[in-house]
């Protein structure tokens, strides 16, 4: 942290070189012998008439300083013998050579305190100039000259001082001393410091005031401490009057408690209280006559009156109230801050204070606008993006939300552990030790407030909101047995189940259904990889279970009388029918192949399919709102019925379902290669319509079933999915073939200027069948870059979605991609970080040694290709081929010296930036590359210890002896020993 301050005021001007020297000459042709001046404070090539007389006659500085000694010279000379000595200092580096330090600190010092305003300055400027030694520092605090220069400091800008040079000049001094002579720093000056940043009157000086003590802080902070200066340090934190260093001031007090040499000067109970009392400071939200506090939650005035004690109503007037409100959001910052250390995690979960007052504070009856900030406090620290208001819990939109990425284009999260689980962790676990979950079971259950709007979503649902994910991170993070303790749910189970207050009950049933919903909406968001999801109750399996029997198990008149109750056997309205009851039937009963059997006796499917034909324009004309997405469900329910059953295959060559699709992509290619034919072309097909024959162009682009506009305005777009469903299983894709349906998609991924298309196709099909896979091969070969740059990191999907036998088709195309054409090499770029991922699978890296030639040539990538290389290491195959030109020796001695340290550094600092930013709010996975991965990089001496020749290579090294004499060494600096802990862990734990 530094001040900004001005160039030095030139208060008389400097007089012409003398005429004996030529006015060129530089300073070092002067000077063959004297080194360069450690310290310059203007960068000044020639020399003045000053600096030219000492170096013909080297008394001529302390004649100067005996001068300024002088009672005799008037104030005029005074300044000049000042300026001279600011002159001088640009080529004497120390004044102590020709002039004993006593003398020229008492012939100087007595200015400081001069009634001429120019004086005071330039005596400041002379000390600031030569205070270039230890030992001068150390003769100047002797003699007290801090204490004048504080009182020059205390001056601000005036009517006669407007600029306030005065000040500057002082701070200008204090920042040189505080930052090159920390130790020497006078007590004077650091409670000058404090009383500026307390004055609350001052609004020019106390930011910078509050930077120097900053800084003296970091570097002394047992001055500053006995000064009582932490306390003021910590109290700014939640002054609105220095919000802008809030971060600033955090930084600072988790560096204070990282050291174990300074965390002795902070009192945890004494200075955090300090930042954290409006948390715990309540005030009711009532109007200017009523408005009255207590504090710490303790007894209210009535219980202290009862006692006999009088005590008066503090009552907060609308300024005070602003104030708070301000200082209960910096507390929460503070907290938010602090928790993403280590340090701050830990000092914050132990005691009373912390994460235990942040989370019973949700209980406290405050302002419902302070909670909320304590809210988005927890979601933040967690992660959790904020949930909309419109989607979440609400009756209308609960089916809707599970469909609710239904043709988007999302990648599943890495289901791998990443470096900030380990934190996470321990952050969930002291947030659940402070009573978070029993807190958002309260908080769940209570009544939605009145004056909330409809636009906004109600606290009780955003608290259900957070319960759901903290359940699901519990599951993340902690094994099997502790996650069945917490997610019992005790409380809330008892509410929903007991047969009195009807009212908290049905609140209760609430909060199950919706956290049922919101688990829904997680697995169809694939937030959690098979296997790993949410331990569900075997109660609820078992009732599903039950249900599924029943219904499979239902006899005909009663699905008979379903079947009509859907109205789709009594008109042919497709809208008015009873699409809940529809889906209801798709998925249940006529699961059965009997009742399957019976309900294609009926004109129940024939309608159905109707209802879906394109040419019919009852489904495909709908458009494309999150409402319609149930029509969209149904059908593709539908049709896995019909297909596993020839009765039903029949039906659909019947109706000429499949056939009428195809009709209609065969018109969309010959339209879109129409359109790509030349401008010629265009042009006569105008000439054509001038002429007066009929308007062919519009008629062709009526009849586009799937141009763009419609894709985007209608639900034509779920044409797509409703055939990819047809590709998850063998009949399916027998019909696909039988009808010609690959080899037009194959057409559409290809014609240009289609990229939409495109994109929809690749999204839609099955991948384990070889025609999907050839479709998805021609897409990363066409012609346009968005459409292979999209393709390849459809390709890390797939991966993370473990396609089977992803390792004999797709490493082979992503290593094609390797030579992608585009200058930019984005492609290639994005081809190699999925591959540097796929490569973590033995049999994906296995087959990528197999391909790669020369693996040596993935270097010049950069991290990615090198990371690649050293996972090669882990395989015999693969150190065979890197075992030339001593490229194995050359890396482990580059290692060794260099690039041990440098993961560290990297891993760090990575850390680091995950820790203390908020990208991840504004993040989007739209570059796999651009996105730094939060796994642990393969290491060097982790890969070589993987097989029996790398074991070899590293005995021979003896790198872990040197590595084990490091760490154990504390003259050693930190970084080294970090260096060859990692390494010694990666060589143990892959060995």
């Known amino acids: 942290?530094?001040?900004?301050?001005?160039?030095?005021?030139?208060?008389?001007?400097?007089?012409?070189?003398?005429?004996?020297?030529?006015?060129?000459?530089?300073?070092?042709?002067?000077?063959?012998?004297?080194?360069?001046?450690?310290?310059?404070?203007?960068?000044?090539?020639?020399?003045?008439?000053?600096?030219?007389?000492?170096?013909?006659?080297?008394?001529?500085?302390?004649?100067?300083?005996?001068?300024?000694?002088?009672?005799?010279?008037?104030?005029?000379?005074?300044?000049?013998?000042?300026?001279?000595?600011?002159e001088l200092s640009h080529i004497i580096h120390d004044v102590t050579a020709h002039v004993p330090a006593k003398t020229f600190i008492e012939g100087v010092s007595e200015h400081l305190v001069s009634r001429i305003r120019p004086i005071r300055v330039a005596a400041i400027r002379v000390f600031a100039a030569f205070a270039t030694s230890a030992a001068l520092v150390a003769e100047m605090t002797a003699l007290d000259v801090p204490l004048f220069i504080c009182r020059s400091l205390e001056k601000g800008p005036s009517t006669r001082d407007p600029q306030g040079e005065e000040h500057l000049e002082a701070m200008r001094f204090l920042q040189h001393v505080i930052t090159r002579y920390p130790a020497l720093v006078h007590r004077g000056i650091v409670q000058s410091l404090i009383a500026l940043v307390e004055a609350p009157e001052d609004d020019i000086c106390h930011l910078q005031c509050l930077e120097l003590l900053c800084d003296l802080a970091v570097q002394n902070t047992q001055v500053v401490a006995t000064c009582n200066g932490l306390s003021t340090i910590l109290k700014c934190v939640i002054d609105p009057n220095f919000e802008c260093m809030m971060p600033v001031l955090t930084a600072l007090v988790v560096y204070l408690l990282n050291d174990e040499c300074t965390r002795k000067y902070i009192r945890l109970e004494t200075h955090i209280n300090l930042i954290l009392w409006p948390l715990s400071y309540y005030f009711s939200g009532k109007s200017h006559s009523e408005g009255e506090y207590t504090q710490g939650g303790g007894t209210t005035t009535k219980d202290k009156q009862r006692q006999g004690k009088s005590l008066a109503v503090a009552v907060l007037s609308e300024s005070e109230k602003r104030l708070r409100k301000n200082q209960y959001r910096l507390a929460c910052e503070f907290v938010r801050l602090?928790?993403?250390?280590?340090?701050?995690?830990?000092?914050?979960?132990?005691?009373?204070?912390?994460?235990?007052?942040?989370?019973?504070?949700?209980?406290?009856?405050?302002?419902?606008?302070?909670?909320?900030?304590?809210?988005?406090?927890?979601?933040?620290?967690?992660?959790?993006?904020?949930?909309?208001?419109?989607?979440?819990?609400?009756?209308?939109?609960?089916?809707?939300?599970?469909?609710?990425?239904?043709?988007?284009?999302?990648?599943?999260?890495?289901?791998?552990?990443?470096?900030?689980?380990?934190?996470?962790?321990?952050?969930?676990?002291?947030?659940?030790?402070?009573?978070?979950?029993?807190?958002?079971?309260?908080?769940?259950?209570?009544?939605?407030?009145?004056?909330?709007?409809?636009?906004?979503?109600?606290?009780?649902?955003?608290?259900t909101v957070l319960l759901g994910e903290i359940l699901l991170l519990t599951t993340k993070f902690f094994p099997a047995a502790h996650c069945a303790k917490l997610q019992s749910l005790p409380t809330l189970v008892n509410s929903a189940a007991t047969n009195y207050q009807n009212q908290q009950r049905s609140r209760a049933i609430s909060v199950v259904t919706n956290l049922h919903v919101h688990a829904r909406i997680k697995a169809a968001q694939g937030e959690f990889e098979a296997g790993v999801g949410l331990r569900r109750d075997p109660r609820l399996e078992l009732i599903e279970t039950v249900k599924s029997r029943m219904d499979f198990s239902m006899g005909e008149e009663q699905l008979l009388l379903r079947l009509e109750e859907t109205e789709v056997i009594a008109h042919k309205d497709g809208k008015s029918w009873r699409w809940n009851d529809v889906i209801e039937l798709l998925e249940g009963p006529l699961v059965n192949p009997a009742h399957t059997e019976a309900a294609l006796k009926t004109p129940f499917f024939k309608r159905l399919i109707q209802f879906y034909k394109p040419k019919e324009k009852l489904f495909s004309r709908l458009p494309s709102e999150e409402r319609n997405y149930i029509y969209q469900r149904a059908g593709q329910q539908m049709l896995r019925v019909l297909v596993k059953m020839q009765e039903g295959r029949d039906l659909m060559v019947e109706e000429k379902f499949i056939a009428q699709i195809v009709e209609l992509l065969k018109l969309e290619v010959e339209a879109c290669e129409e359109d790509a034919k030349g401008s010629s072309q265009e042009k006569g097909h105008h000439r054509s319509k001038s002429v007066g024959g009929p308007d062919k162009q519009k008629v062709d682009k009526e009849s586009r079933f799937f141009d763009k506009a419609n894709l985007l305005k209608t639900m034509s777009y779920a044409y797509f999915a409703l055939l990819g469903t047809l590709s998850t299983c063998v009949e399916g894709v027998a019909m696909l073939k039988q009808h010609g349906v690959f080899q037009v998609l194959s057409t559409l991924t290809t014609v240009s200027n289609r990229d939409d298309l495109s994109?929809?196709?690749?999204?839609?099909?099955?991948?384990?069948?070889?025609?999907?896979?050839?479709?998805?091969?021609?897409?990363?070969?066409?012609?346009?870059?968005?459409?292979?740059?999209?393709?390849?990191?459809?390709?890390?999907?797939?991966?993370?979605?473990?396609?089977?036998?992803?390792?004999?088709?797709?490493?082979?195309?992503?290593?094609?991609?390797?030579?992608?054409?585009?200058?930019?090499?984005?492609?290639?770029?994005?081809?190699?970080?999925?591959?540097?991922?796929?490569?973590?699978?033995?049999?994906?890296?296995?087959?990528?040694?197999?391909?790669?030639?020369?693996?040596?040539?993935?270097?010049?990538?950069?991290?990615?290709?090198?990371?690649?290389?050293?996972?090669?290491?882990?395989?015999?195959?693969?150190?065979?081929?890197?075992?030339?030109?001593?490229?194995?020796?050359?890396?482990?001695?580059?290692?060794?010296?260099?690039?041990?340290?440098?993961?560290?550094?990297?891993?760090?600092?990575?850390?680091?930036?995950?820790?203390?930013?908020?990208?991840?709010?504004?993040?989007?996975?739209?570059?796999?590359?651009?996105?730094?991965?939060?796994c642990l990089p393969p290491h060097l001496y982790g890969q070589l210890a993987k097989t029996e020749s790398g074991m070899e290579r590293l005995r021979k090294s003896q790198h872990f002896d040197d590595f084990f004499q490091m760490a154990t060494n504390p003259s050693v600096p930190s970084l080294q020993r970090r260096a060859a802990i990692m390494a010694m862990v990666q060589y143990n734990a892959n060995k």
């Not at 405050?366 to 988005?376: A, F, H, P, S, T």
């Not at 012609?783 to 473990?802: E, H, V, Y």
């Open 1 to 86: 942290m530094t001040v900004c301050l001005p160039p030095p005021i030139v208060l008389v001007p400097v007089p012409p070189p003398i005429v004996e020297l030529h006015k060129d000459t530089p300073l070092p042709a002067l000077l063959p012998n004297r080194a360069t001046p450690a310290v310059q404070y203007i960068a000044t090539p020639y020399l003045t008439a000053a600096q030219i007389r000492f170096v013909k006659d080297k008394s001529f500085l302390a004649q100067t300083v005996a001068l300024l000694a002088s009672c005799n010279q008037s104030q005029a000379d005074r300044l000049s013998c000042l300026n001279t000595l600011i």
């Open 338 to 463: 602090s928790l993403c250390s280590w340090s701050g995690l830990i000092c914050l979960s132990s005691g009373s204070f912390g994460v235990r007052t942040l989370v019973h504070v949700l209980l406290v009856p405050v302002e419902q606008q302070l909670k909320e900030m304590i809210m988005n406090t927890v979601f933040d620290l967690f992660r959790i993006p904020q949930p909309s208001p419109d989607a979440p819990y609400s009756n209308n939109n609960r089916m809707a939300a599970v469909l609710t990425l239904a043709g988007q284009d999302t990648i599943p999260p890495k289901p791998h552990d990443t470096l900030l689980d380990n934190y996470h962790a321990a952050l969930l676990m002291s947030f659940l030790q402070a009573g978070l979950l029993e807190v958002l079971v309260e908080l769940s259950k209570r009544p939605r407030l009145e004056n909330t709007s409809s636009k906004e979503i109600s606290f009780n649902t955003k608290a």
């Open 759 to 934: 994109a929809i196709i690749m999204r839609s099909l099955d991948y384990r069948w070889r025609e999907a896979r050839d479709i998805l091969a021609k897409t990363m070969n066409s012609s346009s870059r968005p459409a292979r740059f999209r393709a390849t990191k459809f390709l890390l999907g797939l991966l993370r979605l473990k396609i089977e036998d992803f390792h004999n088709w797709g490493v082979s195309l992503l290593i094609q991609q390797l030579e992608d054409t585009d200058r930019h090499q984005r492609v290639a770029r994005e081809a190699l970080g999925v591959l540097d991922e796929a490569c973590e699978d033995e049999q994906c890296l296995a087959k990528s040694i197999e391909l790669v030639d020369e693996p040596q040539h993935l270097l010049a990538f950069g991290k990615f290709g090198r990371n690649i290389v050293l996972r090669f290491l882990s395989q015999e195959s693969g150190l065979a081929k890197l075992d030339k030109n001593n490229f194995i020796e050359n890396e482990m001695q580059h290692w060794f010296t260099v690039q041990n340290c440098a993961y560290i550094q990297s891993l760090e600092a990575k850390l680091w930036k995950d820790l203390s930013s908020n990208e991840w709010k504004e993040v989007r996975e739209t570059d796999s590359t651009t996105m730094e991965r939060d």
